[in-house]
């Protein structure tokens, strides 16, 4: 689409009858005394006819030379199609638990028993699914914590890289202070909402940051953390004993609440689901969409031209 970024420069169109009008005429010599011979007197009729028709000719050409200068003074711009741009919304990390007691089978899905990272997976797949706009990373932790995925707006690949993720991948205790710590690191130059979601199934049993001194620089630096426990009431052993829990619920609720976030308890799939639409409601993305339209200047065609029609001019008056 052909847009001009001054329109109004056409209002000097007129400018020259302007002049002309309100102007005085400038003054003329009065040509000296000259005796005519018999050739001036043939050529006469002739070189009346072709003056007329060269002073027509140079004005065309000067008003098309001033119709083209307004026009480049104009600024023509050639609009290009919108081209969209990623939604601006929030950094958001998600700390996954991969220890050893993320292997115990107390989740159903589709009416068969399953481990618990298998259902994060599921469930915290669809949620990132969900999260067009936000930039999502993804961090795996064990007695060690892991940058799986930085930040991105490729929640194709974020996904992915959960799915492909198994137990114990990063050991068999859990460093929960060790993985907030991570995110802060990474998070910490970065503008805007940032978020944490840690999922655990255990209490702090590895890594070197106690996670309630990790939450309080957390809340320093403006990261919000979301805590989910997860796991059953009494998880079972091989032989179908009970185990007892060793969910540290106390830790979890009070890392979400030093850092303005919220704790959430998933002891089944149900649950499970619940938490992420919760989390969905708290943390909307931001979707208001922005576009981007490419801009080509056209000014220096219609000024390259004036100026050529004008250099003609002066050679044409020039050979009179």
Do not use: C
Request: hydrophobic share 45%; no cysteine; proline share 5%.
């Amino acid at each position: 689409m052909l847009e001009f970024h001054w329109p109004w420069l056409f209002l000097a169109l007129p400018m020259p009858l302007l002049v002309r009008w309100l102007l005085p005429p400038a003054g003329q010599q009065q040509a000296a005394l000259r005796v005519p011979f018999l050739e001036d007197f043939e050529h006469l009729g002739a070189g009346r006819g072709a003056h007329a028709r060269g002073s027509r000719w140079q004005l065309a050409l000067a008003t098309l030379a001033w119709l083209l200068l307004v026009t480049a003074a104009a600024r023509p711009q050639w609009q290009g199609e919108p081209v969209p741009l990623p939604l601006e919304g929030r950094d958001l990390m998600l700390a996954v638990d991969l220890s050893g007691s993320m292997a115990e089978r107390d989740f159903v899905i589709g009416n068969q028993r399953v481990d618990r990272l298998t259902a994060t997976k599921v469930v915290a797949g669809q949620f990132i699914e969900r999260r067009k706009g936000d930039r999502v990373g993804l961090i795996l932790f064990g007695e060690k914590a892991y940058l799986q995925a930085p930040l991105t707006y490729d929640l194709k690949t974020v996904e992915q890289l959960l799915d492909e993720s198994f137990i114990t991948m990063a050991g068999q205790k859990t460093a929960i202070g060790d993985a907030i710590g991570l995110a802060i690191k990474r998070l910490r130059d970065k503008k805007g909402e940032k978020v944490l979601i840690l999922l655990s199934d255990g209490e702090n049993t590895a890594g070197q940051m106690d996670p309630l001194k990790a939450a309080r620089l957390a809340a320093e630096e403006g990261l919000k953390i979301y805590t989910i426990g997860i796991g059953s009431e009494q998880p079972m052993d091989f032989f179908g004993m009970s185990q007892g829990s060793t969910l540290d619920e106390r830790t979890l609720k009070a890392i979400a609440q030093i850092t303005g976030g919220r704790y959430f308890r998933a002891r089944d799939t149900a649950e499970l689901l619940a938490v992420y639409d919760a989390i969905d409601a708290l943390e909307p993305v931001k979707n208001e969409e922005r576009v981007y339209r490419p801009v080509d200047e056209l000014f220096y065609w219609p000024l390259g031209t004036s100026l050529v029609l004008s250099l003609g001019l002066l050679l044409m008056r020039s050979r009179r």
